[in-house]
């Protein structure tokens, strides 16, 4: 076995392998020390080489979950640099599970915040993830199924579903999707969900990226299917919907009345960011008759020192803005916020004295970045972003109506779009009787 491993690896300077000989057996064992914990010590070298006793060892050869019979040589690679232990006894060739365990706590949650629900996100280790996932959706019907993506990095992944509650032909699908993936190097969720992305959907997520347990665990109740990558601190949730999107776990955390008025806000909010700057852009310079006259006096008085259209300067705010988010999200964190507020106060304030811009298109910049910061799921709000700069050269080609029929041609667009075969824009999804129901007839 050694010398074929030796061979697999061109003699590797980082491999450890080694001969032990107790006084009854020997024993041929490699592993690579940088991948493995001390569990090797307790859970093999010790009952070896101190107290060894045949019958016991062999019986812990074959009961305990740790040890699994490995005699494929082409899979020895694999398990070595996956932090296992490789041994033979009597010409049988066992592997030791005892690969080196970083994150050992949950971490909190940076990404989607809650006032009122727990605090603990998934982190970076596969095994803690399954756990956290267990203790909040503690049912016999849960279904892991273990996956390998990644030609080079041989990333551990599990597809997880009730199996009460899935749809048979979204998991069929979902399959289908997974041996397509050709992954050199699986290090993080995003490029899972680009590769199981249809490339013609690519303008709005049809798959959601969350960090939180308790919202997949309120997601694997409603039939959806979550995948949970090794070395991410991101599950992916298909098939969603918009609402999906919008939705956020202090929402089921809240009153009723509260949340929904919650929600509607969220909704106005999105409305606000594709449209307002088009809107500006289309109502100053081509249909100012919409607005009330002292309005209109108004917005003409304070763009009566810009010496330039009207979309040049929402160019010029939009910028800033985008800037000002890249820069917060780039700079290190203790300095990131503070920076990005100075620098948008002065930047804002010395563009209107100057006269790069007008006082109202202050308001109309901050009332749009304030509105993309409400939508709770960072993807789709980066959708979004992308999205108002369309309606924008939209308006300033065929004005109002031209923003009036994009619009329409956005929501076509959304009914139209699909996300694993189940509609993207459906706000009402079966309820938990439906769900139970239908459990009850594959029963």
Known sequence: MLEKIKQQFQNATDLFTDTLDNGFWQMEIAYFPALCDERIKDGLLVPFSYRFDPDEFRRMLHSNPKYAIADKPDGWPSLLLKGFVLIRIKDEIYSFKSDRTIVTEPDTTQVEASLHGPQAAFTESLDLNLYLLRFRYNVPTLNVEPFDKGSFSNTAIQVLYDRE???????????????????????????????????????????????????????????????????????????????????????????FWMSRFLIGLRYIAVVVTILLPAGYIAIVSYNPEIFRVQLAFTIDGSRAGVPYPSFVEVFIMLFMIEALIEASIRLPRFVGSTATTVGGLILGQAAQQAGLVSS?????????????????????????????????????????????????????????????????????????????SRAQDKG
């Open 360 to 436: 109202i298109m202050i308001i109309v910049t901050s009332a749009v970045a304030i509105s993309n910061f409400v939508i709770p799921n960072s993807t789709f709000s980066q959708s979004i972003r992308l999205l108002k700069y369309l309606f924008v050269i939209i308006a300033v080609i065929y004005g109002i109506s031209g923003v009036a029929v994009l619009f329409f041609a956005l929501i076509v667009y959304l009914c139209n779009l699909r996300s694993f075969g189940e509609p993207y824009f459906g706000f009402f999804v079966p309820h938990q009787k439906d769900l139970a």
């Open 165 to 255: 509650l899935v749809n048979q032909v979204v998991l069929d699908m979902l399959y289908k999707q997974l041996e397509k993936v050709k992954i050199d190097l699986l290090l993080s969720s995003g490029q899972l969900v680009k590769a199981l992305t249809d490339k013609s959907h690519r303008l709005f997520p049809t798959l959601l990226q969350t960090e939180r347990p308790d919202r997949v665990a309120t997601l694997l109740r409603k039939g959806k299917i979550a995948i949970l990558i090794n070395g991410s601190r991101f599950a992916i949730v298909l098939p969603v919907r918009v609402y999906d999107f919008m939705h956020a776990m202090d929402d089921d955390y809240d009153a």
